[in-house]
């Protein structure tokens, strides 16, 4: 076991004792509640839930292997090893007497060089090493932090041996964009020894004045009253935290509009986040959309499309279906469907990946047509319910 102290930037908040598979065992006396992780706030375990949620999952690509054969036994130790560090936030664990400082470790200003989707771990023996930001990367997709000519950029891979999911976040974010919504901007790109032809990179959104905050953590970062939604609980803690509520409405509803037409079954709510000042603590504003790969029928087999498939989709989040999310829908108007690319270009970004089938193809774009059908009648105040049963 460990003692370490929990930091945000420099400031100290609180004790922790770390076991040996990484994992917190003792918490000490909080020191500086206000500047707590949000996850998990209102429970007295929530800085454990909190650590545990962090490390990066045993899942994730080949993290099992890689840590086995580099000698690590946990994700949590992974964790530990580098300071729970991450370019998302600010929070960190200092071990106690080290005398490190922000300046020392933090992964926005100092290098590193790890690369997960090779399945590297690299420990120098600098007097400060070099620490790593993915083994705080989240999700079950195999990705890795990189830095390409002083910039930060995430590498994203696929599930598969298709490359299905960076095409798509190349489609869904330039149909973001133009429809004058922010969205990250993805690429394609070749990732050696891979058995798809691309993955795809983003560049950080994140800085040393800006962080992000997932929707989960708003939302249990506050109790819950038993006579609203988690959505709608959401809207409250933002609009508490400096974000007009009318804006961060708009932007969940279009976001659950371009994920209808889309067939996005993986907005969950870690895919869904605030940006937060890092001085003030209030939220800048909602976070630009990001990790829209699990869409377009990806891992879906291929079936007739009927009205009653169309409407059948699965959902993430706030709700588990995609009708019902629809029902949080005000302004059904949101969408202008002359601005969302065609299903031509659909195809030609599928034939890029050399693997694809025709029937493949053929499926997606019948179904991303028929998703335009279903929105228009819905913007014209369809009960598509109705049309489903």
């Given at each position: 076991?460990?003692?370490?102290?929990l930091?945000?930037?420099?400031?100290e908040?609180?004790?922790?004792?770390?076991?040996?598979?990484?994992?917190?065992?003792?918490?000490?006396?909080k020191?500086?509640?206000?500047?707590?992780?949000?996850?998990?706030?209102?429970?007295?375990?929530?800085?454990?839930?909190w650590?545990?949620?962090?490390?990066?999952?045993?899942?994730?690509?080949?993290?099992?292997?890689?840590?086995?054969?580099?000698?690590?036994?946990?994700?949590?130790?992974?964790?530990?090893?580098?300071?729970?560090?991450?370019?998302?936030d600010?929070y960190?664990?200092?071990?106690?007497?080290?005398?490190?400082?922000?300046?020392?470790?933090?992964?926005?200003?100092?290098?590193?060089?790890?690369?997960?989707?090779?399945?590297?771990?690299?420990?120098?023996?600098?007097?400060?090493?070099?620490?790593?930001?993915?083994?705080?990367?989240?999700?079950?997709?195999?990705?890795?932090?990189?830095?390409?000519?002083g910039i930060?950029?995430?590498?994203?891979?696929?599930?598969?041996?298709?490359?299905?999911?960076?095409?798509?976040?190349?489609?869904?974010?330039?149909?973001?964009?133009?429809?004058?919504?922010?969205?990250?901007?993805?690429?394609?790109?070749h990732?050696?020894?891979?058995?798809?032809?691309?993955?795809?990179?983003?560049?950080?959104?994140?800085?040393?004045?800006?962080?992000?905050?997932?929707?989960?953590?708003?939302?249990?970062?506050?109790?819950?009253?038993?006579?609203?939604?988690?959505?709608?609980?959401?809207?409250?803690?933002?609009?508490?935290?400096?974000?007009?509520?009318?804006?961060?409405?708009?932007?969940?509803?279009?976001e659950?509009?371009?994920?209808?037409?889309?067939?996005?079954?993986?907005?969950?709510?870690?895919?869904?986040?605030?940006?937060?000042?890092?001085?003030?603590l209030?939220?800048?504003?909602?976070?630009?959309?990001y990790?829209?790969?699990?869409?377009?029928?990806?891992?879906r087999?291929?079936?007739?499309?009927?009205?009653?498939?169309v409407l059948?989709?699965?959902?993430?989040?706030?709700?588990?279906?995609?009708l019902?999310?629809?029902?949080?829908?005000?302004?059904?108007?949101?969408?202008?469907?002359?601005?969302?690319?065609?299903?031509?270009?659909?195809?030609?970004?599928?034939?890029?990946?050399?693997?694809?089938?025709?029937?493949?193809?053929?499926?997606?774009?019948?179904?991303?047509?028929?998703?335009?059908?279903?929105?228009?009648?819905?913007?014209?105040?369809?009960?598509?319910?109705?049309?489903?049963?």
């Amino acid at each position: 076991m460990a003692m370490f102290t929990l930091m945000r930037k420099n400031e100290e908040i609180m004790m922790l004792q770390i076991g040996e598979d990484g994992n917190i065992v003792k918490l000490g006396k909080k020191e500086n509640l206000d500047i707590l992780p949000l996850q998990n706030r209102t429970s007295p375990r929530g800085i454990i839930e909190w650590w545990r949620d962090r490390a990066i999952p045993i899942k994730q690509g080949k993290i099992e292997k890689m840590l086995r054969e580099n000698g690590i036994e946990t994700s949590g130790l992974f964790l530990t090893h580098n300071l729970g560090l991450s370019l998302t936030d600010y929070y960190w664990i200092r071990p106690l007497g080290s005398g490190l400082t922000w300046e020392d470790v933090n992964l926005f200003d100092n290098d590193f060089k790890e690369n997960l989707l090779l399945g590297n771990i690299s420990y120098n023996d600098d007097e400060v090493r070099e620490y790593q930001p993915n083994s705080s990367l989240q999700g079950n997709l195999e990705k890795t932090w990189i830095i390409d000519n002083g910039i930060r950029k995430l590498v994203k891979g696929n599930h598969d041996i298709y490359s299905s999911e960076s095409i798509n976040e190349v489609i869904i974010g330039d149909a973001i964009k133009a429809q004058g919504r922010d969205s990250v901007c993805y690429s394609l790109l070749h990732i050696d020894g891979k058995n798809y032809d691309y993955g795809c990179i983003s560049d950080l959104f994140t800085s040393q004045q800006k962080e992000l905050v997932s929707a989960y953590a708003v939302i249990t970062s506050e109790q819950k009253p038993n006579n609203i939604s988690r959505y709608e609980h959401f809207i409250n803690v933002c609009d508490k935290n400096g974000l007009d509520r009318n804006i961060v409405r708009e932007y969940l509803e279009f976001e659950i509009l371009i994920d209808f037409i889309f067939s996005n079954r993986d907005r969950h709510l870690t895919n869904i986040s605030v940006l937060r000042d890092a001085e003030s603590l209030k939220f800048i504003s909602m976070a630009p959309i990001y990790d829209s790969g699990k869409s377009m029928m990806v891992e879906r087999d291929i079936v007739p499309i009927t009205d009653k498939f169309v409407l059948s989709q699965q959902a993430q989040g706030f709700k588990e279906s995609e009708l019902e999310l629809l029902k949080y829908v005000q302004n059904r108007k949101l969408i202008d469907v002359s601005l969302l690319p065609d299903a031509y270009y659909i195809e030609d970004m599928y034939l890029k990946d050399s693997q694809v089938s025709e029937e493949r193809i053929k499926f997606v774009t019948e179904m991303y047509r028929r998703k335009i059908d279903m929105y228009e009648k819905f913007s014209s105040g369809a009960n598509l319910s109705e049309i489903r049963f």
